[in-house]
Nanobody
Framework: QVRLVESGGRLAQAGGSLRLSCAASGDTFSTFTMAWFRQAPGKEREFVAAVHWAGDVTSYADSVKGRFTVSREKAKNAVLLQMTALEPEDTAVYYC??????????????????WGKGTLVTVSS
């Protein structure tokens, strides 16, 4: 079992930056591939970014590529999402998730086993 707690969501200005953090506890954090998803009002949850359990491979949705960076802090059992050049379209609840996956290509909402409760990011224009 893995417990995930997101933090860092808040109101931000367009063009600004935010850093989200996901603290993990429970099972061996280093063996889990971690992913961020988001759900905007009235829309389905969508993939944002992921980092392989080994920490050396990442994947991003096209909509955030070049603006967001995902990374692991193994010593703190945490995964970060650095968000820059924020756009109003980034407004959503951001969720951290975990699964024992060996390939980032297998990441979908259905293949992630553990989820946090989310943190709200609101970007004003």
């Amino acid at each position: 079992q893995v417990r995930l707690v997101e933090s860092g969501g808040r109101l931000a200005q367009a063009g600004g930056s935010l850093r989200l953090s996901c603290a993990a506890s429970g099972d061996t954090f280093s063996t889990f591939t971690m992913a961020w998803f988001r759900q905007a009002p009235g829309k389905e949850r969508e993939f944002v970014a992921a980092v392989h359990w080994a920490g050396d491979v990442t994947s991003y949705a096209d909509s955030v590529k070049g603006r967001f960076t995902v990374s692991r802090e193994k010593a703190k059992n945490a995964v970060l999402l650095q968000m820059t050049a924020l756009e109003p379209e980034d407004t959503a609840v951001y969720y951290c998730s975990a699964a024992r996956l060996t390939s980032l290509s297998r990441i979908t909402e259905g293949t992630m086993n553990f989820w946090g409760k989310g943190t709200l990011v609101t970007v004003s224009s």
